[in-house]
């Protein structure tokens, strides 16, 4: 029994003429930022991939079936609905079967893309290990997702309120590639550098595509995660955001917030903390990654 796909006419044809296909989560949409404002993110979003030469396929969970591409009316629903389900892997085939509505997370939609046979994701950051994990034992799925689905994920690092240097462990532990794209460093989502270096580097798409197809050819498992650094103009640079976070945790432990709750505060916090300067940064880059995502997904529908 095949998964419930559901195709949008755009990504049907591209997948037919084999033609570049960048995936893209819905959790932008229904909880990253409020309406209307959710809309004209998701279209931009799609602009950038189209612009570098690809096509979009945002992913959600809609009437028991899984969309791969959204229509118009489609990222209205997601925008303007309330009690959005945000899926992740444990969730998603529940919320397949109960009809309900969901956004995709990383996980999600790397699983989505793979059964899609898409081979690049972009996005704005992925979960990773939290401060504190050592007891709470709170680690994202993406990082196992990683692990497991053979997509190549083009993120601006990992969200830097989380413990980046245990995050780049467990993803070594688990075999995942981490390339930092045109630096040495490990990028921190709004801040171009952690001061952590990164375990592999490359300057080009082609570069990362081609390590795609190696990883294909030697029957590893798994993707592949490529952390693009936000653009020079956007970042707020990280000894100006450490302060904030800290904050913002030390608020979050206070009020016995836990859980999936965790990163939405901490993310609503910052963003009010930092007079909205966390948004702006987070379009940037998210936009920046859409951009590379194309690029990589071109290098990888030419013949290598």
Not at 229 to 239: W, Y
């Amino acid at each position: 029994m095949s998964a419930p796909l559901s195709f949008a006419p755009e990504v049907a044809q591209a997948r037919a003429d084999g033609a570049p296909i960048v995936a893209l989560e819905s959790t932008i949409i229904s909880h990253g930022f409020p309406y209307p404002q959710n809309v004209e993110m998701a279209a931009k979003v799609e602009a950038e991939v189209r612009a570098a030469g690809a096509i979009p396929a945002t992913i959600a969970v809609m009437g028991g079936h899984l969309k791969i591409g959204l229509s118009e009316a489609e990222v209205e629903a997601l925008a303007k609905g309330r009690d959005i389900a945000k899926l992740s892997r444990a969730d998603l085939a529940a919320c397949l079967a109960s009809g309900a509505t969901g956004a995709t997370t990383v996980a999600a939609t790397m699983i989505a893309a793979h059964l899609a046979g898409i081979a690049v994701f972009a996005t704005g950051g992925i979960g990773g290990v939290h401060k504190g994990a050592e007891t709470s034992f709170d680690i994202s799925a993406d990082l196992r997702e990683l692990s497991e689905t053979p997509v190549t994920v083009v993120a601006a690092g990992a969200k830097a309120i989380l413990d980046l240097p245990k995050t780049l462990e467990v993803l070594e532990t688990l075999g995942v590639p981490v390339i930092a794209y045109g630096q040495d460093e490990f990028p921190a989502f709004w801040s171009q550098s952690s001061d952590l270096a990164a375990p592999l580097r490359m300057d080009r798409p082609e570069q990362i595509a081609a390590s795609h197809r190696m990883r294909a050819q030697l029957a590893l498992p798994g993707g592949q995660l490529v952390a693009n650094p936000i653009p020079a103009a956007a970042e707020i640079p990280s000894d100006h955001l450490a302060p904030l976070i800290a904050q913002a945790q030390g608020e979050a432990a206070a009020a016995g917030i836990h859980g999936k709750s965790v990163t939405p505060f901490l993310l609503q916090r910052l963003f009010e903390l930092s007079q909205g300067r966390t948004l702006e940064a987070n379009i940037a880059l998210v936009l920046n990654n859409a951009r590379l995502g194309a690029q990589i997904a071109t290098a990888l529908a030419q013949t290598p």
